[in-house]
Every structure is written in structure tokens, then in C-alpha cells.
């Protein structure tokens, strides 16, 4: 593991003195979870609990509401107390794919009903396909596109999903067609690859970083330039499809009405969660690099992908099912 890199990443969570610390107290922090047990927002989740814990000092519970693609947990947090006892765990698919979805039905507005408390880790996106693949590289792959077109699949985790729509931009950005083959969740997804019943899949380095360690999944690029120490040597998306990156992240929101002091509270917790050399190997570890932002920057970025994903879901001309 490159030391200078995870450096950088604890550098970067680090930021001028913020707010002091929740008071101690017998009543227990509360993140509420939209997803399953054992995935990447549920272990970060677990990671902020164990921070936040020993900064407020007193329990943080992780709260798994699952359904709705992470919206029975955002309703729950949204119709709760606002006294700051109790957040959710924000990861960027819901905050900002969902409400730019046409035909999208919320039961809550984003924009409105949750307000940024912090962000805690970068989530690289990979592109792979399977060991036993011809393709030995993406440009092959794209070439094979090319001259095929609508030959090959790409799998995703579902209809809509971040999956989804990062390779409808390789696909328009680079000029090729593929036929989409949804699944529910990157676990079964990633089966299909491995198998060879699909030719690609762009997913979250934390969904198959075991399996590229495995040697089950070829690694064709890092979706981004920063990469991963693990895999020095990858190929970066953006040098093969110039403009093409894909970044995913998790954060924490709190409902409307929040009080200031209470988000200052859980952005501090969060910023030395993710300065604790322990926690933070937990995120890298799981594949997340440790990526603390503070509530206005963390607003910046939620805006920023949120217009982001509108776009490319209008050129796609994607509908929810």
C-alpha cells in the first residue's frame, strides 16, 4: 500500500479547527442505512458509528431500513426528530440520479427535506470484465464495439443505477453500442461477468476489489485519475475516453431543520473519523478512499453530480421503470 498516498487521504479530511464535540450523553447516535448488511454503505456506516461514538461519547447505533433504492431510510430520517440524534447515510446514487430521474416518484425532495452534513469517503469506479475474456484491454474492447455494434453486453446493478449510466457516457462518449443487461446489485452482476454471459461491467472498486485480487475479474481502468495504490499500473478511464470519469462517494445528511450546532457536531465527529489512521485503513481496505468534506463543500459537490447525472440521463433518454 502506497504510504504517501493514504497520507494524502488523511491530509485532505483534515480541516481548520471546527466545532467542539457533542456533550456526553446516555442517548445513543443514530446513522440510519438504506442498504443491506455487508455492502459498501453499510460499512461505511459502521466505520462513522465507531467514530462518532468515541467523539460524542456515548453509542452510535447503524439503523438498517432497507427498500426503495435507499428512500424507506431517507423518509425515515426526513419524518424524524430534527434535533441532530439522528442522520443518514447519503450515497450519491440517491441524492443525485434519483431526483433527476423522469418518472422518478420520491416520497421526499432532496434538495429540500435533507441538508449536506459531511462527506466521508471517494468511491473509485473500475471497469472489468471477466479472466477469461479476449478483451485484454478497454481500448480492445471499444474497438470490438465499434466494429460490432450491439455484439456485446455490459451488466449493471440495476436499471437506473450509477452502473447504469456510467456506461451509457463510455457509450456516447466513445462512440460505441452495447446492450444492457440489469441485475439486482453488482454481487450478481459481477457473477454474470466472471462467467462470461457479460462482456463488461463499471461498478464500484469496493464491489469487486476481492474478485480482481482473486484473479476472477480483469481490471480494464480506474475510473478516475487519482486510482488506487493497489493497482498502480491500471490504465486511468479518462486517458482512453478523453473526459470520461466516474467518482462515486458516501456521505451523511441530516433532515430539514437540523440545527446548525448539532451539524457542526457530526461534521467535527466525522472529520477525525476520518482522520483515525484505524478507521480510515477500514474504508481503504474496503476500497473507499477517506475524502472528508465539510457541509458547504459537500453541498457543492451533491450540486455539482446531481447536474452532472441529469445530463447524461436526458442524452440517454432514460425513464425509471
Given amino acids: 500500500m502506497n504510504r504517501r498516498w493514504i497520507a ?3 491530509g485532505a479530511a483534515l480541516f481548520a479547527a471546527g466545532a467542539a464535540m457533542a456533550q456526553p ?28 461514538a468515541a467523539a460524542f461519547g456515548h ?11 435507499g428512500f424507506i431510510a431517507a423518509e425515515f430520517v426526513v419524518r424524524g426528530p430534527a434535533d441532530g440524534s439522528q442522520v443518514l447515510l ?34 473509485s469506479y473500475v471497469v472489468v470484465t471477466g479472466a477469461g ?59 454474470d461477468v466472471i462467467a462470461g454471459r457479460a462482456d ?27 486510482g488506487w495504490p493497489e493497482f498502480p499500473d491500471a490504465p486511468r478511464l479518462p486517458d482512453i475516453v478523453p473526459g470520461l470519469e466516474v467518482i462515486g462517494w458516501f456521505g451523511v445528511c441530516g433532515p430539514r431543520g437540523m440545527p446548525e450546532e448539532a451539524i457542526a457536531r457530526w461534521a467535527a465527529a466525522i472529520r477525525a473519523t476520518v482522520a483515525d489512521p484505524a478507521l ?10 477517506p475524502n472528508f468534506e465539510d457541509p458547504a463543500t459537500f453541498a457543492r459537490t451533491i450540486a455539482r453530480d446531481r447536474q452532472a447525472w441529469g445530463e447524461t440521463i436526458r442524452a440517454a433518454g432514460i425513464r425509471a421503470e
Avoid at 90 to 118: F, K, N, R, W, Y
Avoid at 219 to 226: K, Q, T, V
Fill in 133 to 191: 475474456s479476449s478483451y485484454r484491454t478497454l481500448g480492445e474492447l471499444i474497438a470490438a464495439a465499434r466494429a460490432r455494434p450491439g455484439a456485446l453486453t455490459y451488466a449493471s446493478a440495476g436499471y437506473g443505477q450509477a452502473q447504469h449510466l456510467s456506461t451509457e457516457r463510455l457509450k456516447r462518449m466513445a462512440g460505441i453500442d452495447m446492450v444492457h443487461v440489469p441485475y439486482r446489485g453488482a454481487a450478481p452482476a459481477a457473477v
Fill in 90 to 123: 447519503c450515497p450519491m446514487g440517491p441524492m443525485t440520479i434519483s431526483p433527476e430521474m423522469p418518472g422518478m416518484h420520491l416520497p421526499i425532495d432532496v434538495g429540500q427535506d435533507l441538508v449536506p452534513v459531511a462527506n466521508v469517503a471517494r468511491s
Fill in 8 to 10: 494524502a487521504c488523511l
Fill in 25 to 52: 450523553t446516555d442517548r445513543p447516535a443514530r446513522i440510519v442505512v438504506g442498504y443491506a448488511p455487508g455492502g459498501t454503505t453499510d460499512i461505511t456506516a459502521r466505520v462513522v458509528a465507531e467514530g462518532v
Fill in 59 to 69: 453509542r452510535a447505533v447503524v439503523d438498517t431500513r432497507t427498500g426503495a433504492n
Fill in 280 to 289: 480510515s485503513r477500514r474504508l481503504i481496505d474496503s476500497g473507499l478512499a
Fill in 200 to 226: 463488461i461491467l463499471i461498478t464500484n472498486l469496493g464491489d469487486v476489489i476481492r474478485q480482481i485480487q482473486g484473479g476472477q475479474l480483469r481490471l480494464l481502468a480506474m475510473g478516475d485519475r487519482a
